[in-house]
Structure formats: structure tokens, C-alpha cells
């Protein structure tokens, strides 16, 4: 059974930083991903990690600012937040899609095939 939990969510001062995690069961080989989504609004790409080689791939609204990563022994995937907005405020979902599916867009939700149940992150000004 597959399953993604998130953590490390919560409530920090614009400028802060807040590392979330994304712990992997029942699969290997997985490419990864963060989005979010505000209230509101659609459910928006944040970030992508391969299987293998670990290339990343960032939103342009994140990138110098968010780091993806994963540790493949620990079945984790972290995305560290760092010079957080206010309109990084969102909930944050993991995915992930087995590695050997060629996906046309790493961008687009519906390529994935797994989904976390989301962790709030509160960004205040």
C-alpha cells in the first residue's frame, strides 16, 4: 500500500524558513514532487525530484528560495523553505509517480499518481 505523510508545517515570520518533510511507504523508485495550494486557488507546482540521478526542477516563484532533496535510504523527501512570503502561505502536498513513467509535464498535478494529505504552512507578514 502506498502512502506519503507530510510534516513540518506551521506558522512563521516572513523571512523565516521551515524544512518539510515527506515520508514514502509501500514503493521505490519514485520520481517526487511538492505543490500547494491556497485557499482559493488551484493546486500549484512547487518542485520536482527524479528517481535517479537527483535532478531538480523548480517553479520560478521558489526557486533561490526552496531547496528539494530526498534521501532514498530513508524513503524521505524534504523541500527546505528558506526567505519564506507571505504568499507562500498554502497548504503543501507531496507526490509521487513511479520512475519509469515518462511524464510530458512534471508541472501539472494530475501527472502524479500519489498524494500526501497536505501540511499547513502560515506565513505572516
Known amino acids: 500500500q502506498v502512502q506519503l505523510v507530510e510534516s513540518g508545517g506551521g506558522l512563521v515570520q516572513a523571512g523565516g524558513s521551515l524544512r518539510l518533510s515527506c515520508a514514502a511507504s509501500?514503493?521505490?523508485?519514485?520520481?517526487m514532487a511538492w505543490f500547494r495550494q491556497a485557499p482559493g486557488k488551484e493546486r500549484e507546482f512547487v518542485a520536482h525530484?527524479?528517481?535517479?540521478?537527483?535532478?531538480?526542477v523548480y517553479a520560478d516563484s521558489v526557486k533561490g528560495r526552496f531547496t528539494i532533496s530526498r534521501d532514498n535510504a530513508k524513503n524521505t523527501v524534504y523541500l527546505q523553505m528558506n526567505s519564506l512570503k507571505p504568499e507562500d502561505t498554502a497548504v503543501y502536498y507531496c507526490?509521487?509517480?513511479?520512475?519509469?513513467?515518462?511524464?510530458?509535464?512534471?508541472?501539472?498535478?494530475?501527472?502524479?499518481?500519489?498524494w500526501g494529505q497536505g501540511t499547513q504552512v502560515t506565513v505572516s507578514s
Open positions: 509501500g514503493f521505490i523508485n519514485y520520481a
Open positions: 507526490a509521487a509517480v513511479p520512475s519509469y513513467k515518462v511524464l510530458s509535464t512534471i508541472s501539472i498535478a494530475r501527472e502524479y499518481d500519489y
Open positions: 525530484i527524479s528517481w535517479s540521478p537527483d535532478i531538480a
